[in-house]
């Protein structure tokens, strides 16, 4: 059984009387351990396919199966529980409560999740130090650029030590030395802990270094294995 299987996934948007269909009958299987990117034009639906498989939003049609449940049946709390202890999100943009300091920002998915316990604060500083930041665990965002910012994201999505981690532009707002450090910790999770691992770039070099690499145009999702990606993503 693969860890996640999608089938016949369609999510279609009316807006201002025009219909748009961000995902059209997408079908894939997803094999736990495996590290994925994805590539397209602006539009052309990558971040609606990350958020259909994390549960955010619900198809209009197909399914969505994670370890063989459908989780567009599951009701409101289940599918929390879904979002919070199986994936792991990392947005485009950092998304960090202002009022909250990174270590604080850093323990929000632990007090939602069903396991709490002591250890979570200890364990919010070992993701901070692991991602470089653990100097600035009590700053607030607006004393952190940009890419600190986002490494404190990171280590959010880390938390809860999720199965999948679902990353759109995970190294968008860093430099080359640091991307290239984030996306090291990501291999190392993948092969340690067989993390599953599904990123959207735009960057060419960071996709080639997926083993699977997914290209998404208008909708629709082409697979391809262990090939280089000709065409720049827009």
Known sequence: MPQIEIAELT????????????????????EKGEFISIVGHSGSGKT???????????????????????????????LSEYRNEKIGFMFQFASLLPILTAKENVLLPGLFGSQKNMTNERKAMEFLEMVGIGDRANAYPSQLSGGQQR???????????????????????LDEETEAEIMELFKELNREKKVTFVFITHSLDLAKQAGKQLRMSRGKLAVSEAEPLCAPAL
Do not use: F, H
């Open 11 to 30: 999510k279609i948007y009316s807006v201002d009387r025009s219909v748009i269909t961000a995902a059209d009958n997408i079908s894939l299987k997803i």
């Open 151 to 173: 490494r404190v994201a990171i280590a959010r999505a880390l938390m809860n030590e999720p199965d999948v981690i679902l990353a759109d532009e995970p190294t968008g707002d």
């Open 48 to 78: 609606t396919l990350l958020s259909l498989i994390g549960g955010i939003i619900r198809p209009t049609s197909g399914r969505v199966l994670y370890e063989g449940t459908d989780i567009c049946s599951l009701g409101d709390e289940k």
